[in-house]
């Protein structure tokens, strides 16, 4: 079965530092795809990142990047340089490859990022 | 880019009414659409996956006789809680697939308030 862990529920740092929330998985599937996305207060979700699993290279787009380690069946977000619209609550998914469009999400990690 | 409207925002009626919610894809053709209920833990519920020319698939605990969903074309899809009760109270998002990667690009979340 397939099953995606935030173990963070809340987070704080100080503005400008660099966070890293964390996300475990659980799949029989040898290919997945893995996402992160951020919920702000309004309610909007927006895609941040994602991860093949076939690739090694760890994905980077912008002040976001992605500490993928397979045999950990972890993926975890970085942040760097984190301001103060930064603070969200995100959420990290997994889709299996012979799951067409099933996205399993976790629970979420509600970040504050303070002046 | 990307954009996934959902109308209207926010609801309200009365238990034992109906209500239906709509989700668009701007610039772009979904080739699905899934339908999660957050609840306000910010638990990710699947209600359903929709994919056109296909058959409507519904998680467990969710029926079409109580979420009627149509997605007639590639870019609309629209879902319908009859006999709305507290339980049913949340946030409704749609989440629709794009691109080679199908990554989910979620609109704004349809909130259903229940009297």
């Known amino acids: 079965a397939q099953k995606v862990t935030q173990t963070q529920t809340s987070i704080s740092v100080m503005e400008k530092t660099t966070v890293t929330m964390d996300c475990v998985y659980e799949t029989q599937d040898s290919s997945y795809f893995l996402f992160w996305y951020k919920q702000t207060a309004s309610g909007e979700i927006v895609f941040l990142i994602r991860q093949d699993s076939y690739k090694k290279e760890n994905a980077t787009v912008g002040h976001y990047s992605l500490n993928f380690q397979k045999p950990k069946s972890s993926i975890g977000l970085i942040i760097t340089a984190t301001q103060i619209e930064d603070s969200a609550v995100y959420f990290c998914?997994?889709?299996?490859?012979?799951?067409?469009?099933?996205?399993?999400f976790g629970k979420g990690t509600h970040l504050h990022v303070l002046p | 880019g990307a954009l996934v409207y959902q109308y209207p925002r926010r609801t309200i009626c009365k238990s034992g009414t109906s209500m239906r919610m709509e989700c668009q894809a701007v610039?772009?053709?979904?080739?699905?659409v899934a339908w999660y209920r957050q609840s306000p833990q910010k638990t990710f519920e699947l209600i359903a996956l929709s994919t056109v020319n296909s058959a409507i698939k519904y998680e467990q605990n969710f029926t079409q006789e109580k979420f009627p969903i149509s997605h007639p074309n590639l870019s609309f899809s629209s879902m319908t809680v009859l006999n709305a009760y507290l339980e049913d109270r949340g946030l409704y998002l749609c989440g629709a697939f794009w691109g080679v990667k199908d990554t989910q690009y979620f609109g704004p979340g349809t909130r259903l308030l229940v009297l």
């Open positions: 610039g772009f053709q979904a080739t699905s």
């Open positions: 998914a997994m889709r299996e490859v012979t799951n067409a469009y099933k996205v399993i």
